[in-house]
């Protein structure tokens, strides 16, 4: 058995100046040294040897086992360290070179003026309406009826509004004031939101109107809410937006859900008030339209008009960033075009 153990002993030496990778060595070490190797089936056989022959046998094994397991460390290590250097030699990177352009998609300048005026009215203490109490398709009811417009208002003609399939009264909204309606529906004043949103209407596509685009409505009910804390608001709204040397004026209006109304106006920012093709020669811009709350509209969603007031106000998002960044057609905000897109 002596012989036995150093004639395997000699092969696994043989084996291993063969050896010419780590998965080699891998194999010669499953060959001789696993549970199912050489030397483990020898060393099972010692129990049929006498005492004095298990002692001398024993000890040659495990004395040849650790040589060859020093051996098979040795020779592992050695390669470990050769391939290592090899794959770094191969795979090495020159930090010096420049790194390959990923191009990173961009916000929507619409989207960006969306986030930007709804963070102001946040931080005027406004909330936003849920998005499912703001529908696309809307009915006739929320988007004309309860806000006080009278059966044959021009506006609910197809000329300017559009009608669905789906039934006579189901439209495509053409405010986000329907949204407003259903929050005082649910909510008890003090009521204070923003609606933002998509709107459709049956427009001339030119350079300053397109039959869709984006519009914030706000609404805030209380007791004793005034007009002077309309313009409040406002002016602050817009010194946040255009910064502090913007003049703004208030123009009496008319809307059907609001009384006294009002269209707010800021210096025109392309010429600086000093009249120009934009502004018609006036020096001023419309931005937003706005007023104090009609009673009808109060009574209508079950709040009693002599015991609170409130003003409500619309703007579209289009017009304000074309204002802010000197933008001078609407339809650039639709085409897709990164020349344009990349600015922002």
Known sequence: MKEQLEKIYALATQDLSKAASINDIEEIKNKYLSRGGEFNAIKKGLKDLSDEDKRIVGALANEITQKLEASIKAKHD?????????????????????????????????????????????SLGFSLIPSELSP?????????????????????????????????????????????????????????????????????????????????EGLYVDKEVTFGDLKGILNEFIRKYFGESRPTRFRTSFFPFTEPSAEIDVECIMCEGKGCRTCSNTGWLEILGAGIVDPNVLEGVNIDSEVYSGFAFGMGVERLAMLKYAIDDIRLFFTNDERFLKQF
């Open 78 to 122: 050695e390669f470990y360290v050769k391939e290592l250097n090899e794959k770094l030699q191969n795979d090495k990177i020159d930090i010096t070179l420049p790194g390959k352009f990923i191009p990173q998609g961009k916000v929507h300048p619409i989207t960006m003026t969306i986030n930007e005026i709804s963070s102001i009215f946040q």
């Open 136 to 216: 696309e398709v809307e009915t006739e009811y929320y988007n004309f009826d309860m806000l006080n417009f009278p059966t044959d208002h021009p506006s609910k003609d197809m000329q300017d509004t559009f009608y669905t399939s789906v039934a006579s009264n189901v439209i495509l909204r053409s405010q986000t004031s329907g949204a407003q309606i259903r929050a005082m529906e649910m909510q008890k004043p003090p009521i204070r939101v923003i609606s933002p949103g998509r709107v459709y209407r049956n427009e001339n596509i030119n350079s300053r109107k397109n039959n869709f685009f984006h519009q914030i």
